[in-house]
């Protein structure tokens, strides 16, 4: 165990960790703690889907006796979509086979807005309902940086090229340099992955590949997308 994750583990068993501290330095540094503590169990277990059943697993200590009552847990989860660790991914077939509005801004050539940009749904609070439109959009964590699995792409694809410089999407979605270091999480012992239904938990969601190699490498010109039937299937490095 490395020494930031033997010191999580510990502050994950400090009593402490589960009542909202009053000083605002310590309440600040106790909510960074705690998205230390959900990034590393994501960035061990390698399920990049934001998982209800792992939060309330995390959020309750077993061991302790411990456990956030659920408005600090949805501070904690804010202060992750602030930190744009946290990020709603609309599936971009669905929408531009659904929504023509949307196609059009997205097969626009003089749109401004980065493409990846166009992918993001935006953190609503659902209590509010303030927009009564349902929005179809799965919530991931990047437990790493964006453009950290997009050199992790690109080293792939500089190992791995061929003459045509084409990979596709469910080759990236399995690179294995992203599983290599898959392992048992220190703060859930009993359960690592919970069954959601028929997820693949060692191949990156379609939803977040797209994101990805548009924000780490269409959109900076490294490599150009190749669509079928409004699917994107395949990049090509540039």
Known sequence: MDSNT???????????????????????????????????????????????????SLFENGNLKRSLDDKF????????????????????KNKLLS???????WNSSSNPTPKSDLLIAKHIDLESKEDEVEISYTTFILFESVDFFADLF?????????KDNIFTIYELS??????????????IEKLDTFDDG?????????DLIVYIVYKGLIDKNIACPIFEDEELVAIKKI
């Open 6 to 56: 033997e010191k999580l583990t510990k502050l994950y068993n400090f009593k402490p960790m589960y009542t909202k501290q009053e000083n605002s330095k310590v309440l600040k540094t106790q909510i960074d703690t705690w998205c230390d503590i959900i990034k590393q169990h994501y960035r061990f277990t390698k399920n990049f889907k934001f998982s209800t059943k792992v939060n309330k």
């Open 174 to 187: 399995k690179c294995d340099m992203i599983f290599s270091d898959k392992r048992k999480s220190p703060f």
């Open 154 to 162: 690109l080293e792939y694809m500089d190992m791995n090229s061929g």
């Open 73 to 92: 847990q949805k501070e904690i989860i804010d202060k992750l979509y602030k930190d744009k660790i946290l990020i709603n991914l609309i599936p971009l």
């Open 198 to 206: 028929d997820d693949d938990y060692d191949s990156v969601p379609e």
């Open 99 to 105: 929504d023509k509005k949307f196609a059009k801004t």
